[in-house]
């Protein structure tokens, strides 16, 4: 799979479907290998981009975001696309 | 009238092309803008809907046309290739426009400036327009509109789409594209960098990013719930189901009393003879067929608009959509559904909130199988006079457990169909899913009223014609060429004898060998075909036959006595009944879903597929359970 923006693979990095509801990330790259990967980046999933994970739905999928000032759902097929980093939370998810 | 005016008015009209993402308003801008007179199609070779309106301006008329929804000119789905190839002039009979009008919702802003800069690159002038800036001010945001105008070089507006403030400067604004300001500078074309470019700008432009909004976020808390959330969920769902199946009811009698009572009239008016029998039999009860409809399509979207004017229809594809995700569809295809289970009709004008055109069309191909009220009666006929009524289980009767079997089979056959038409006919990558959860807001009701008044009039106007029009050919159908019965026949039998020797009739014998492998005699044939006008008018149809004066008791006993005179046995044994039913529960007798898809697809291609398919699948489903009764007995 081609992989664009790649940064540091740093030990916590990992997928934005695998963070936690209630704690944050930030978008470290974007898998471009097909269509899923090509939208996370234009909904805004940039490098730098803080992503806080606000909730699960009631089945386990889709999750509910909020980025850049919006919340949006992806389902987990679409947001693995995102490698993040785990950071900590500094104010209370909102 | 100056000599400039002229030869404004004398000019071809101005060409808008109004874009923006999902969700951003831009559906209401449009409907604000040009009243709802657009104009609907189809952009060739895809299932895009197309739409285009008229916009009176001061000076000049301008055609603005409605893009679909997106999130960025780069496209993932041929279907979104659509909006770059319209800009580009690329599309045959729509020339490229003149000027663009960006909407952007003022509370993710953020995130649309990457499609504006998109957009800006490609040089033509462009204004934006700013939606939901009271859901700015509601949720605590500052956003500099003039400040954000002078740093991206274009003229911006704000408006409050729903409620028409801004709508008057937009319209002077879009009078004259000529005058518009244009970007001292381009943005980066390369992603990162734009992302880069649309920060600095913001970061000048948005005084305060929106908070989240309070009574949202607290009513999400008990709706978005794990347990609460789903158990409202099936609330919603039972109540909205059971809304449109009983409040219809009294409504759909009265039209049925109505529609006899004027035929009966019409009757006494007219000499009796074709004139009269043409009046009362074909024209009224052809009205009737596509008036019939209203009460539910009516009930159906003002629950639809209400509840997607509040907000919870899209809480409700959230939580569904893990379920929905299992056959490849999506959640707010689920609504769709249901409603098919009152009536596909409406239930197939309901997929309109599935953005994705090729889950959209997947939603419409298997709506059908969704067992309809109108499938009720045949039903109630076959079981009642077919199925023994024992008890099976204490109280639980067989012939209540046959009714839910055909209820369940409905279900489990879309869900398999789906799958089955997402790997072969409408396969392709899976389209990412993007869902927005719009804050809780007071609907408007003058919106509400439109929306509803909108769906109703396309039903009446694109469908409606279609349905007056096969329910009258089926009428001439089942009418001529008239015979004279033989003396001495009671009128009863004189119209079953008319029936016989009708074109229809001569159809059905016509169709004989091609059901007879399912059990099926010509007199099934002819009600098949009669059922064509909707399923319900197998009955009535038979009841001619039959010569029965009711289509209760006597056709009842009428059927059970009915011999094959090959062997001397009951027509309806239990493997014919068997498989007649199973008929039902698949095949698509039903001019009226047929002619409304045809008017949500654009095209007659999608009705014929569904007819098709569904008839062969009716076919085999139908065979097979008779032999399986066959070798069981």
């Given at each position: 799979m081609?992989?664009?923006?790649?940064?540091?693979?740093?030990?916590?990095?990992?997928?934005?479907?695998?963070?936690?509801?209630?704690?944050?990330c930030?978008?470290?790259?974007?898998?471009l290998?097909?269509?899923?990967?090509?939208?996370?980046?234009?909904l805004?999933f940039?490098?730098?981009?803080r992503?806080?994970?606000?909730?699960r739905?009631?089945?386990?999928d889709?999750?509910?975001?909020?980025?850049?000032?919006?919340?949006?759902?992806?389902?987990?097929?679409?947001?693995?696309?995102?490698r993040?980093t785990?950071?900590?939370?500094?104010?209370?998810?909102? | 009238m100056?000599?400039?005016?002229?030869?404004?008015?004398?000019?071809?009209?101005?060409?808008?092309?109004l874009?923006?993402?999902?969700?951003?308003?831009?559906?209401?801008?449009?409907?604000?803008?040009?009243?709802?007179?657009?104009?609907?199609?189809?952009?060739p070779?895809?299932?895009?809907?197309?739409?285009e309106?008229?916009?009176?301006?001061k000076?000049?008329?301008?055609?603005?046309?409605?893009?679909p929804?997106?999130?960025?000119?780069?496209?993932?789905?041929?279907?979104?290739?659509?909006?770059?190839?319209?800009?580009?002039?690329?599309?045959?009979?729509?020339?490229?426009?003149?000027?663009?009008?960006?909407?952007?919702?003022?509370?993710?802003?953020?995130?649309?400036?990457l499609?504006v800069?998109?957009?800006?690159?490609?040089?033509l002038?462009?204004?934006?327009?700013?939606?939901?800036?009271?859901?700015?001010?509601a949720?605590?945001?500052?956003?500099?509109?003039?400040?954000?105008?002078?740093?991206?070089?274009?003229?911006?507006?704000?408006?409050?789409?729903h409620?028409?403030?801004?709508?008057?400067a937009?319209?002077?604004?879009?009078?004259?594209?000529?005058?518009?300001?244009?970007?001292?500078?381009?943005?980066?074309?390369?992603?990162?960098e734009?992302?880069a470019w649309?920060?600095?700008?913001?970061?000048?432009?948005?005084?305060?990013?929106?908070g989240?909004?309070?009574?949202?976020?607290?009513?999400?808390?008990?709706?978005?719930?794990?347990?609460?959330?789903?158990?409202?969920?099936?609330f919603?769902?039972?109540?909205?189901?059971q809304?449109?199946?009983?409040?219809?009811t009294?409504?759909?009698?009265?039209?049925?009393?109505?529609v006899?009572?004027?035929?009966d009239?019409?009757?006494?008016?007219?000499?009796?003879g074709?004139?009269?029998?043409?009046?009362?039999d074909?024209?009224?009860?052809?009205v009737?067929?596509?008036?019939?409809f209203?009460?539910?399509i009516?009930?159906?979207?003002s629950l639809?608009?209400?509840l997607?004017?509040?907000?919870?229809?899209?809480?409700?594809?959230?939580?569904?959509?893990?379920?929905?995700?299992?056959?490849?569809?999506?959640?707010?295809?689920f609504v769709?559904?249901?409603?098919?289970?009152?009536?596909?009709?409406?239930?197939?004008?309901?997929?309109?909130?599935?953005?994705?055109p090729r889950?959209r069309?997947v939603?419409?191909?298997?709506?059908?199988?969704m067992?309809?009220?109108?499938?009720l009666?045949?039903?109630?006929?076959?079981?009642?006079?077919?199925?023994?009524?024992?008890?099976?289980?204490?109280?639980?009767?067989?012939?209540?457990?046959?009714m839910l079997?055909?209820?369940?089979?409905a279900?489990?056959s879309?869900?398999?169909?789906?799958a089955v038409l997402r790997k072969?006919?409408?396969?392709?990558?899976?389209?990412?899913?993007?869902?927005e959860?719009p804050?809780?807001?007071?609907?408007?009701?003058?919106?509400w009223?439109?929306?509803i008044?909108g769906s109703?009039?396309?039903f009446?106007?694109?469908?409606?014609t279609?349905?007056?029009?096969?329910?009258?050919?089926?009428?001439?159908?089942?009418?001529?060429?008239?015979?004279?019965?033989p003396s001495?026949?009671?009128?009863?039998?004189?119209?079953?004898?008319?029936?016989?020797?009708?074109a229809a009739g001569?159809?059905?014998?016509?169709?004989?060998p091609l059901?007879?492998?399912?059990?099926?005699?010509w007199?099934?044939?002819?009600?098949?075909?009669?059922?064509?006008?909707?399923?319900e008018?197998?009955?009535?149809?038979?009841?001619?036959?039959?010569?029965?004066?009711?289509?209760?008791?006597?056709?009842?006993?009428?059927?059970?006595?009915?011999?094959?005179?090959?062997?001397?046995k009951?027509?309806?044994?239990?493997?014919?009944?068997?498989?007649?039913?199973?008929?039902f529960?698949?095949?698509?007798?039903?001019?009226?879903?047929?002619?409304?898809?045809?008017?949500?697809?654009?095209?007659?291609?999608?009705?014929a597929?569904?007819?098709?398919?569904l008839?062969?699948?009716?076919w085999?489903?139908a065979w097979?359970?008779?032999?399986i009764?066959?070798?069981?007995d």
């Amino acid at each position: 799979m081609k992989t664009d923006f790649n940064s540091d693979s740093e030990s916590s990095a990992c997928r934005l479907s695998e963070i936690r509801p209630g704690s944050e990330c930030e978008v470290m790259g974007v898998d471009l290998g097909d269509a899923a990967g090509r939208r996370m980046l234009d909904l805004g999933f940039l490098p730098g981009t803080r992503v806080q994970v606000l909730r699960r739905a009631p089945l386990g999928d889709p999750s509910l975001y909020a980025l850049r000032g919006f919340q949006l759902c992806l389902r987990e097929a679409d947001s693995r696309h995102v490698r993040v980093t785990r950071k900590a939370s500094k104010e209370p998810s909102r | 009238m100056s000599e400039s005016d002229f030869q404004t008015q004398r000019t071809a009209p101005l060409r808008l092309a109004l874009i923006g993402s999902p969700n951003s308003g831009k559906t209401t801008v449009f409907n604000a803008l040009t009243g709802l007179r657009a104009r609907v199609g189809n952009y060739p070779g895809v299932t895009v809907e197309r739409r285009e309106g008229t916009l009176r301006l001061k000076s000049r008329t301008a055609k603005i046309i409605d893009l679909p929804g997106t999130y960025s000119l780069d496209p993932v789905s041929p279907d979104e290739a659509v909006v770059g190839q319209v800009l580009a002039g690329e599309i045959p009979d729509t020339p490229a426009p003149e000027a663009i009008v960006i909407v952007a919702d003022a509370c993710s802003l953020e995130r649309s400036m990457l499609l504006v800069g998109q957009i800006l690159n490609l040089g033509l002038p462009t204004c934006l327009v700013v939606t939901m800036i009271d859901e700015l001010r509601a949720r605590k945001g500052q956003l500099d509109l003039e400040r954000l105008s002078a740093a991206l070089g274009i003229p911006v507006t704000g408006v409050i789409g729903h409620r028409g403030i801004g709508l008057a400067a937009l319209r002077e604004q879009l009078a004259s594209p000529e005058t518009w300001s244009s970007p001292p500078v381009m943005p980066p074309t390369d992603q990162i960098e734009r992302a880069a470019w649309a920060d600095s700008i913001l970061q000048h432009v948005v005084e305060k990013r929106p908070g989240t909004h309070t009574v949202t976020d607290w009513v999400d808390r008990i709706v978005l719930h794990p347990v609460w959330g789903v158990a409202l969920f099936g609330f919603v769902m039972v109540t909205f189901f059971q809304l449109i199946f009983s409040w219809a009811t009294p409504a759909m009698d009265l039209i049925d009393l109505g529609v006899s009572a004027a035929s009966d009239l019409s009757r006494t008016l007219l000499p009796a003879g074709f004139l009269a029998d043409f009046v009362a039999d074909g024209l009224i009860a052809g009205v009737g067929s596509v008036v019939i409809f209203l009460p539910q399509i009516v009930l159906l979207f003002s629950l639809l608009y209400l509840l997607e004017d509040v907000g919870y229809m899209a809480r409700a594809a959230f939580v569904v959509d893990r379920a929905m995700a299992r056959v490849g569809l999506e959640g707010r295809a689920f609504v769709a559904l249901l409603s098919s289970y009152a009536c596909a009709v409406p239930g197939i004008m309901a997929t309109r909130t599935v953005p994705s055109p090729r889950d959209r069309l997947v939603t419409i191909l298997v709506a059908p199988l969704m067992t309809c009220s109108a499938r009720l009666p045949v039903y109630t006929l076959l079981v009642a006079a077919f199925v023994p009524a024992r008890d099976v289980f204490g109280p639980i009767g067989l012939q209540g457990l046959v009714m839910l079997a055909l209820y369940l089979v409905a279900p489990l056959s879309a869900t398999a169909v789906a799958a089955v038409l997402r790997k072969t006919v409408l396969q392709g990558e899976p389209m990412p899913f993007v869902l927005e959860l719009p804050s809780y807001r007071i609907p408007g009701l003058r919106l509400w009223l439109s929306q509803i008044w909108g769906s109703a009039f396309a039903f009446l106007k694109r469908a409606g014609t279609i349905i007056l029009l096969t329910s009258m050919l089926l009428w001439v159908l089942l009418t001529f060429p008239q015979t004279t019965p033989p003396s001495g026949l009671s009128p009863d039998e004189a119209a079953s004898y008319a029936l016989e020797h009708s074109a229809a009739g001569q159809a059905g014998k016509a169709i004989e060998p091609l059901i007879a492998p399912l059990g099926f005699d010509w007199k099934i044939g002819v009600g098949l075909l009669a059922s064509l006008a909707a399923r319900e008018v197998i009955v009535a149809t038979l009841a001619q036959i039959y010569s029965a004066s009711d289509p209760d008791a006597s056709l009842r006993t009428a059927i059970r006595a009915d011999i094959r005179p090959e062997t001397g046995k009951p027509l309806f044994d239990p493997p014919t009944v068997a498989a007649l039913l199973t008929f039902f529960v698949f095949a698509l007798l039903c001019t009226s879903t047929l002619a409304t898809m045809a008017r949500e697809t654009n095209s007659w291609r999608w009705p014929a597929f569904a007819f098709g398919y569904l008839l062969v699948l009716a076919w085999v489903a139908a065979w097979g359970v008779r032999q399986i009764f066959i070798a069981l007995d």
